[in-house]
């Protein structure tokens, strides 16, 4: 079946305007995270929905940042007024799992770069 | 905070020869996983050890786990050069947690 999509695969800003980038889970999976990576760095957790329940923000690095999910379906992370360390890549993944910490399955990714 | 810490940060081999990565972590886990990530894109679960395993098997990988060092290895035998990738290890840790805490990974080349 399908996989995770993200979109745009690649998006070149210039400092200060506004970015969204999207996030198709996986069909039937409650949960999405979203993840920064910078480059030749590990993945640092931003943002994580279940369900309906209230996301955990805890990781967001500013409050120019910003996440949205529509019940199980598509999410959308938004960055205002972009800075140059804003760039990296962006990876969300989805799970079916809620209790623990099972297998996450991976988007590409959207490559952004903050002029 | 960093959970797990992967060992070497680069490693190169020539083709057919095995790999061998080692990941370190601080606090009690419930599992540990494995990931692959080819040219800075998604990530690819690979394989998930539990905290009461000791050794698990996959095709051309074996992971083994020793919570009394809290530490891991994951081998891969016969390597080829399309195992070219960065390699993470993920920790999940914590009752009731959903979070997987991720290393900053090992990139492999393997030389054809």
């Known amino acids: 079946g399908a996989g995770v999509s993200q979109s745009p695969s690649n998006k070149v800003t210039e400092k200060g305007k506004d970015v969204e980038l999207r996030c198709d889970p996986i069909s039937g999976h409650t949960a999405l995270y979203w993840y920064r990576q910078r480059l030749g760095q590990g993945l640092e957790f931003l943002i994580y929905f279940q369900g309906n329940s209230a996301p955990d923000k805890s990781g967001l690095p500013s409050d120019r940042f910003s996440a949205e999910r529509t019940g199980e379906s598509v999410s959308t992370l938004t960055i205002q007024r972009t800075q140059q360390e804003d760039s990296a890549v962006y990876l969300c993944a989805s799970s079916p799992y809620r209790q623990s910490q099972e297998t996450q399955y991976f988007g590409p990714g959207t490559r952004l770069l903050v002029l | 905070s960093q959970q797990g810490e992967e060992d070497p940060q680069a490693l190169s081999i020539q083709e057919g020869e095995n790999a061998t990565m080692n990941c370190s972590y601080k606090?009690?886990?419930?599992?540990l996983q494995w990931y692959r990530q080819n040219s800075g894109r998604g990530l690819v679960h690979l394989i998930l050890i539990r905290s009461n395993e000791r050794e698990k098997h996959s095709g051309r990988l074996r992971v083994t786990l020793d919570t009394s060092k809290k530490s891991s290895s994951l081998l891969i035998t016969a390597s080829r050069a399309a195992d070219t990738a960065s390699y993470f290890c993920a920790t999940g840790s914590g009752a009731g947690s959903y979070q997987l805490t991720f290393g900053k990974g090992t990139k492999l080349s393997v030389i054809p």
């Open positions: 606090t009690s886990i419930n599992n």
